[in-house]
């Protein structure tokens, strides 16, 4: 799973046009998470997140999910990194049927995740939880719209979504610990996209709209 951005205001300017283009060379190349990219991203003070963050953020979603009437019994968890989440529903909701993918080599050998391009691959089967993670944004366009219909055929539940846009780049992430080699779109580009398959409910929640799950006027948004 390549990292989360931490949501810090960036305490210097974006870079300029050239280095920005420079620094996104290749993002969607999968032998660029490779152990030196872990190192930097997942290990010492310096890391994106921590275990007990996305402790907290598996426990809301699983918790949001059955509020909203979803019964988590499958889980598919696209671009899985480190297996953090593996490591929270083992403990936390055990008798999940767990599958776990990534399109790094690296990540896939030494955590035990399936290798799979989630712009060129689609499972038979459909889960309750779909995770997707720090991952459409380093796909280019075409590739990235492929990623979310292969999303969108494998929920029938919720879909738990992190991307980070170019209004995010501007405003929230801290440009000194992500990795900006991404493909800068708006959060428009994905909605519309998004939104053939999924209704947003919030705080990265996506309701698969063949679940049919029933919502206040408030609670999701409408169009």
Same mark, same amino acid.
């Given at each position: 799973?390549?990292?989360?951005?931490?949501?810090?205001?960036?305490? $210097?300017?974006?870079?300029?046009?050239?280095?920005?283009?420079?620094?996104? =060379?290749?993002?969607?190349?999968?032998?660029?998470?490779?152990?030196?990219?872990?190192? $930097?991203?997942?290990?010492?003070?310096?890391?994106?997140?921590?275990?007990?963050?996305?402790?907290?953020?598996?426990?809301?979603v699983?918790?949001?999910?059955?509020?909203?009437?979803?019964?988590?019994?499958s889980?598919?968890?696209?671009?899985?990194?480190?297996?953090?989440?593996?490591?929270?529903?083992?403990?936390?909701?055990?008798?999940?049927?767990?599958?776990?993918?990534?399109v790094?080599?690296?990540?896939? =050998?030494?955590?035990?995740?399936?290798?799979?391009?989630?712009s060129?691959?689609?499972?038979?089967?459909?889960?309750?939880?779909?995770?997707?993670h720090?991952?459409?944004?380093?796909? +280019?366009?075409?590739?990235?719209?492929?990623?979310?219909?292969?999303?969108?055929?494998?929920?029938?539940?919720?879909?738990?979504?992190?991307?980070?846009?170019?209004?995010?780049?501007?405003?929230?992430?801290?440009?000194?610990r992500? +990795?900006?080699?991404?493909?800068?779109?708006?959060? =428009?580009?994905?909605?519309?996209?998004?939104?053939?398959?999924?209704?947003?409910?919030?705080?990265?929640?996506?309701a698969? $709209?063949?679940?049919?799950?029933?919502?206040?006027?408030?609670? =999701?948004?409408?169009?």
């Amino acid at each position: 799973m390549p990292p989360r951005a931490p949501r810090r205001r960036p305490a $210097r300017p974006a870079p300029p046009p050239a280095a920005a283009s420079a620094r996104r =060379a290749s993002p969607d190349a999968p032998g660029r998470f490779d152990a030196a990219y872990y190192r $930097r991203h997942y290990r010492g003070k310096d890391r994106v997140h921590s275990a007990a963050e996305i402790a907290r953020l598996a426990s809301g979603v699983c918790g949001l999910a059955g509020w909203l009437g979803v019964d988590v019994r499958s889980v598919l968890d696209v671009g899985a990194g480190t297996g953090l989440w593996r490591a929270w529903l083992r403990r936390h909701r055990p008798a999940v049927a767990y599958r776990s993918v990534d399109v790094s080599p690296y990540a896939c =050998a030494r955590y035990g995740h399936e290798q799979r391009d989630i712009s060129r691959w689609r499972a038979r089967e459909r889960f309750d939880l779909v995770v997707c993670h720090g991952v459409l944004h380093y796909l +280019d366009d075409r590739a990235a719209a492929r990623a979310i219909d292969n999303l969108g055929a494998m929920c029938r539940g919720l879909l738990y979504l992190e991307v980070i846009t170019r209004g995010d780049l501007e405003t929230v992430v801290d440009l000194e610990r992500t +990795d900006t080699a991404m493909h800068r779109r708006t959060g =428009a580009w994905y909605r519309r996209r998004l939104a053939r398959h999924f209704v947003q409910v919030g705080a990265g929640l996506w309701a698969a $709209r063949r679940a049919g799950l029933p919502f206040y006027e408030l609670e =999701a948004a409408r169009g």
